[in-house]
């Protein structure tokens, strides 16, 4: 419940900033208003994923770590057992717990860059598809997750590092900071971050992953570095970010197009959580 209450809190602090920040620097593509009624459906989504996806999803990690822990001689009554058990035989232990915390961080986007660039891949992208079905993007776009897309996700993510046993504060730190920087990297502002677009993921680098003509790129969550190793790094000042060519300093970019192309999500909820797993189960599957 701590987790949640700080995702909610960041939402009340942090939305109105962006919403502000995107009527005085907004990017080229424009920024939509938050209140039009086609929003809706990203509105429902910070109730979904939360409350729902992310509920289910510390439940399996708690699960999940509780028979690792039995299936190594722990006896667990309850949650708090899982952790101290991972926690009295943490690799992190010898690091101060603010340590502890960037450690982790960098952990986490290390294996959000790999489970996003595997949810990109035909078998699994129905579902992280609907993430990628915003044709306006902004800051309340970010939390666009099919449940089962997001449950896989965190996961996958989560588990790893619950088997690092780092201090209980970081660990429950991690999901929302994750999730709230998300609210800046789909924020429709103009913010040029010079060299540090190399390092650090800004919405200009997050844009280019959802543009629907740059398929394949800018995998990252919150370290570009990621992207810069593997090689899936588009500059988003280039011209092959779909542009006539780089920016010139002080000058705003050509708009960009998302969404999913000629596919077309239908705009409701119910679609959202239906339509994805019928093109799953019946093999009508494309990558991106």
């Not at 060299?195 to 993921?201: E, N, S, T, Y």
Request: hydrophobic share 55%; aromatic share 8%; net charge neutral.
């Amino acid at each position: 419940m701590e987790s949640l209450a700080l995702v909610y809190l960041g939402l009340a602090v942090l939305g109105p900033l962006f919403a502000l920040a995107q009527r005085l620097r907004p990017a080229a593509e424009g920024a939509p208003s938050v209140w039009a009624r086609g929003r809706l459906v990203d509105w429902s989504y910070w109730v979904i994923t939360p409350l729902v996806s992310g509920l289910i999803s510390r439940a399996l990690v708690v699960a999940l770590g509780a028979l690792v822990a039995m299936a190594l001689g722990a006896t667990i009554a309850h949650a708090d057992d899982v952790f101290g058990f991972f926690a009295a035989r943490s690799l992190l232990r010898a690091l101060p717990e603010g340590a502890q915390l960037l450690v982790c961080l960098a952990l986490v986007d290390l294996l959000s860059y790999a489970s996003h660039r595997l949810r990109h891949h035909a078998l699994f992208f129905p579902l992280h598809a609907i993430h990628h079905s915003a044709e306006e993007l902004d800051w309340l776009a970010a939390a666009r997750m099919h449940p089962l897309d997001e449950i896989v996700d965190n996961v996958a993510i989560t588990l790893p590092i619950l088997f690092l046993g780092p201090a209980p504060w970081v660990l429950l730190c991690l999901g929302p900071i994750t999730l709230l920087y998300t609210l800046f990297t789909h924020a429709a502002i103009e913010l040029p971050l010079g060299p540090l677009r190399f390092v650090i993921v800004g919405p200009a680098f997050h844009r280019v992953h959802h543009a629907a003509d740059v398929p394949g790129v800018n995998y990252a969550g919150m370290i570009a570095l990621w992207d810069v190793l593997f090689g899936t790094f588009r500059d988003p000042a280039s011209h092959e970010a779909g542009r006539d060519g780089p920016v010139a300093m002080g000058a705003k970019p050509a708009p960009l197009r998302f969404g999913l192309g000629e596919e077309h999500v239908p705009p409701s909820v119910r679609a959202h959580l239906v339509a994805p797993v019928m093109r799953f189960l019946l093999g009508d599957r494309a990558s991106r």
